[in-house]
């Protein structure tokens, strides 16, 4: 276990509707980076938040958005869904200025959009 | 950012120690390589990291030549419950520290 939560597990929405996601980080963590993973592929960078600010950013149109609040908690936002959303989302977080790369992953939601 | 090339997939019979390599041929000096382990509708899990020569964890073994250009992460003795995704990773992208997957070795392991 990693300490990472999120919530919920499953979610099924419709075309155009708006999901929130929640992530809560592992204790001591500053910083949570959220990413999606269609089927069969690797996981992608959708943002990184340090200390509520967004400090990083994938190929993701604005419709993807978050938040990070002060007791590092995060929230991703998707407005007017597509199908594509359809996809695990995974939120990872990590101590900045630890000197490494690693991040500890929450076992993630699995959006549908219909 | 420095890509990885890892085989799309390996099998194994169970008791069997198991290599996977990755070749990065344009890590930078300061690249760390990590390796995460996934199985189907989980999160990554972290499974070691290293930055040069080798390194032992209770898990795996993660060896690195002085060149830096591959590592080979060894699996001792595995079991059908290591059968999962591997995935190599090399680096970060400027301060997000962002942590770019490829798709990653599917290992199976065969009783």
């Known amino acids: 276990e990693t300490g990472v939560t999120q919530s919920p597990t499953h979610l099924i929405k419709t075309r155009g509707q708006q999901v929130t996601l929640r992530c809560s980080s592992q204790s001591g963590h500053n910083t949570v980076s959220w990413y999606q993973q269609a089927l069969g592929q690797g996981p992608q960078f959708i943002f990184q938040y340090y200390r509520e600010e967004e400090n990083g950013r994938g190929n993701f149109p604005p419709r993807f958005s978050g938040l990070q609040f002060p007791n590092y908690s995060s929230e991703l936002n998707v407005n007017a869904l597509e199908l594509d959303d359809s996809a695990l989302y995974l939120c990872?977080?990590?101590?900045?200025?630890?000197?490494?790369?690693?991040?500890?992953f929450g076992p993630g939601t699995r959006l549908t959009v219909l | 950012l420095a890509k990885t090339t890892q085989p799309i997939s390996m099998d194994s019979y169970e008791g069997q120690e198991v290599n996977i390599t990755c070749s990065h041929n344009n890590i930078a000096t300061n690249d760390y390589i990590t390796w995460y382990q996934q199985f189907p509708s989980q999160g990554p899990r972290f499974i070691i990291q290293g930055y040069k020569t080798k390194v032992t964890n209770e898990v795996a073994s993660l060896f690195i030549p002085a060149d830096r250009k591959s590592s080979t992460l060894s699996l001792p003795r595995v079991s059908l419950s290591d059968t999962a995704v591997y995935y190599c990773?090399?680096?970060?992208?400027?301060?997000?520290?962002?942590?770019?997957f490829g798709s990653g070795t599917q290992l199976t392991v065969l009783p």
């Open positions: 990872a977080s990590r101590l900045a200025g630890d000197g490494t790369d690693t991040q500890y």
């Open positions: 990773l090399v680096g970060f992208s400027g301060s997000a520290r962002q942590l770019t």
